[in-house]
């Protein structure tokens, strides 16, 4: 299985869109607020390119929150590591 289809990164491309419609943002408006592309807001929140910490940290920044609103909840991170 491919990481970005495991429940933590789909929880963490969910949020990525959640905070981006609470915070009232287009992808444009996003995009200029991260010095980016509309293409590569799109691509990131569709998991078809991944962000890294430092990337996800500038995100968090943008949209006000604490970078522990992305991240997916204890329950989900280890259920991969159950099977």
């Known amino acids: ?3 970005v289809h ?3 990164y789909q ?13 009232g943002l287009t992808q444009v408006e996003l995009a200029r ?4 592309r509309q293409a590569y807001v ?4 569709l998991g078809e390119r991944r962000l890294d910490v430092i ?5 968090a920044d943008a949209l006000s929150q604490p970078l522990e609103y992305f ?9 991969r590591r159950a099977r």
């Open 1 to 3: 299985m491919s990481s």
């Open 6 to 8: 495991t429940p933590a």
């Open 11 to 23: 929880h963490l491309l969910g949020r990525l869109r959640d905070a981006r419609r609470e915070a």
């Open 33 to 36: 607020r991260i010095g980016k």
């Open 42 to 45: 799109s691509r990131c929140e």
């Open 55 to 59: 990337e996800l940290l500038v995100w």
């Open 71 to 79: 991240l997916p909840p204890r329950s989900i991170r280890l259920s």
